[in-house]
């Protein structure tokens, strides 16, 4: 291939990604959601042999596009009510084409001014969108996972200052261990972070929760006493993923904070109902946690791999991750991301979180959220009165649970019966789970485009899946 820059061809690989872009984005309203092929079909068509030589990108990216098409779950639309996925703004779509356009490496200002700086006012605009205190660093990692690391690190390296020891020098060897105390209803998420930290799953206490999802103080006050011994970490729900239930931030942190704990906050999405004047109560005291983690690929309707970490304690934060380099080129009053991130390259996931923030304004936001949490409550009431459905759990926010229900008793094999067929209609989508030893069907609204036509034609594939 020519080694100089070839306008036509790179401009015309570019048409057709737009173009395939467009025809997909189109075809959400009709398309189905769930992914017809099946693995064999897609190996059958991508598992060729390792190409030895070069071939026409445009027609790569044509038959990636024809390849992929069936293969693609349908969770950019509307009628996508599985997990907590969300949908992308086009504003988001478009500035993250930029930013594969612009290909910043991301690790420092020096890499990416305009990155680093849109990162330093994004972080103050989250801040005060979620009701974080304003002096807390941050940074933007992959997701929520990555955030649980990040902050749970910077926890770890507080608490063992404590002790005398710097964890970062000398590892976790002869130091007290960590107890984390996380509720039952937590995250596997939390799990992994605190794998990864080294402390261990067996450091773990779960702390039982009300049979609606929150934890229970008196059960955090018992576990408090127990441990209060040791360094002490505890980590509270915004937003359980089946219930979307709070935990009570502000007597939580209170009872944790008299016993010198680090109150970490998984608010992945729930975190963002802080905009809702309607809903903000729920967050009642969370500004008094230590840190916070949260997505921007869930509620704020960005793209994969954009998510949140904030610590009140910045030193903390800092000399958990910061790190000096022979080759670094400081530049004087500027922010060097890698002294915040777990990542050290990276793309400019700032760009598509400037523009949506820009473009929606808190009020646009907001009403993203209140929307959602509408949408959702349209379907549990619409499930809820139809016979043969049991709702168990209204939303509060944006998720609710129902069952659907058996002559036989046969409660759990109806209710996957119905999700399965739903499926397989592929008009809409919906995921299981078991609440409370009952199996039960997720309905999560986390997608901007879920209109109220995307919810009449859910519940009508709702009442015909359980017709047949
Ligand atoms: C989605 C989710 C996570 C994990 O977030 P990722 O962005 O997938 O890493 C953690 N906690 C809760 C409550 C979630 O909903």
Not at 80 to 108: R, S
Not at 389 to 406: M, Q, T, Y
Request: proline share 4%; net charge negative; glycine share 8%.
């Amino acid at each position: 291939m020519d080694r100089g820059r070839n306008d036509e061809s790179e401009a015309a690989i570019l048409d057709r990604a737009r173009a395939h872009a467009l025809a997909f984005l189109d075809s959400l309203e009709t398309r189905r959601i769930a992914p017809a092929a099946t693995p064999a079909e897609l190996r059958a068509r991508f598992a060729e042999a390792l190409p030895e030589q070069s071939s026409d990108p445009g027609a790569v990216i044509d038959a990636l596009a024809r390849d992929a098409e069936d293969g693609l779950l349908g969770s950019a639309s509307g009628r996508f009510f599985g997990w907590v996925i969300g949908g992308t703004l086009p504003v988001a779509i478009a500035a993250e084409w930029l930013t594969a356009a612009w290909d910043q490496n991301c690790a420092a200002y020096a890499l990416s001014p305009a990155e680093a700086v849109v990162e330093e006012v994004c972080g103050a605009w989250l801040k005060q969108l979620l009701g974080l205190p304003e002096t807390a660093s941050f940074a933007f990692v992959t997701g929520c996972q990555m955030a649980h690391v990040t902050a749970l690190a910077a926890a770890r390296h507080a608490l063992l200052e404590r002790h005398g020891i710097d964890v970062e020098r000398t590892g976790l060897a002869g130091a007290p261990p960590i107890r984390v105390l996380l509720s039952e209803n937590r995250h596997e998420t939390l799990l992994r972070a605190v794998r990864l930290l080294g402390m261990g799953t067996d450091s773990i206490t779960p702390i039982a929760c009300e049979p609606g999802g929150a934890m229970r103080m008196d059960a955090l006050a018992d576990a408090l006493r127990e441990h209060a011994q040791g360094p002490l970490i505890l980590c509270l729900q915004a937003g359980d993923l089946n219930t979307g239930s709070y935990d009570a931030f502000a007597p939580a942190c209170e009872m944790a904070h008299a016993h010198g704990a680090w109150v970490h906050v998984d608010g992945a999405f729930g975190l963002w109902a802080a905009v809702s004047p309607r809903l903000h109560h729920l967050l009642r005291g969370v500004g008094q946690a230590d840190s916070w983690a949260t997505d921007g690929h869930k509620w704020l309707n960005l793209p994969q791999d954009i998510g949140f970490a904030f610590v009140a304690d910045r030193a903390a934060h800092h000399a958990s991750f910061g790190q000096a380099t022979a080759y670094g080129v400081l530049v004087e009053d500027t922010r060097r991301q890698i002294n915040w991130n777990p990542e050290w390259s990276r793309r400019a996931r700032g760009f598509p979180v400037y523009a949506a923030i820009r473009a929606l304004g808190r009020a646009g936001i907001t009403e993203i959220v209140e929307r959602c949490c509408d949408r959702a409550t349209a379907l549990v009431e619409g499930m809820a009165a139809m016979p043969g459905v049991e709702v168990l759990a209204r939303p509060i926010i944006n998720p609710g649970l129902v069952r659907f229900l058996a002559d036989d008793g046969n409660h759990d094999a109806r209710t996957e019966a119905v999700i399965r067929r739903v499926q397989e209609s592929g008009t809409a989508w919906f995921g299981p789970t078991t609440w409370h030893g009952m199996r039960a069907m997720r309905i999560s609204v986390c997608n901007w485009r879920t209109s109220e036509e995307d919810v009449r034609r859910t519940l009508k594939a709702i009442r015909e899946a359980m017709r047949s």
